[in-house]
């Protein structure tokens, strides 16, 4: 990986923040950050079957984010200026990774978003050394999961 952020990282962020602006997707991220919950793929398609705006609003903020962790994981964005500005992809990665294993195994696909579930392990690692508690405030917040 780049030690040295230049402006082809700051143009490309940049892009990646114009699309997050975007009317649809700014909705998508919205209800996913506050109200998409399931526990596995049957209460997946139980609570967002397939043609509901919530399908959609899924599969469009998990392929953003698992696109743009690709981007970073290729090293076409510096990771750690990545990191220093943007964390909703962790937040994408923490509620969908129950689902993870068992999507994986039903598509028999062990690559399903591989490339966020990359990024967010070494963020893990990087948030730990820079703000050790950073993560649990974000799985009390969007995950609602109680202090460890």
């Known amino acids: 990986m780049r030690n040295q952020v230049d402006h082809h990282d700051a143009e490309l962020l940049l892009r990646l ?3 997050r ?4 997707l700014r909705q998508a991220r919205d209800w996913y950050a506050r109200e998409f919950k ?19 609003f899924f599969r469009m903020v998990v392929s953003y984010w698992d696109m743009a962790a690709s981007i970073v994981n ?17 937040v994408a990665w923490m509620k969908v990774k129950p689902l993870v294993a068992s999507w994986r195994e039903k598509r028999k696909n062990p690559n399903i978003w591989k490339s ?8 893990e690692q990087w948030s730990a050394q ?7 405030v974000f799985r009390q917040l ?3 999961e109680p202090s460890r």
């Open 130 to 136: 820079r703000a050790p508690e950073a993560l649990e």
């Open 142 to 144: 969007f995950l609602g």
């Open 21 to 24: 602006r975007e009317e649809k």
């Open 38 to 56: 399931a526990e596995s793929i049957e209460d997946f398609y139980r609570k967002f079957p397939r043609g509901t705006q919530e399908n959609d």
């Open 74 to 90: 290729k090293g076409l964005i510096n990771e750690e200026f990545f990191f220093e500005n943007t964390a909703e992809f962790y």
């Open 116 to 123: 966020l579930e990359q990024l967010a392990e070494r963020y």
């Open 17 to 19: 923040y114009e699309l």
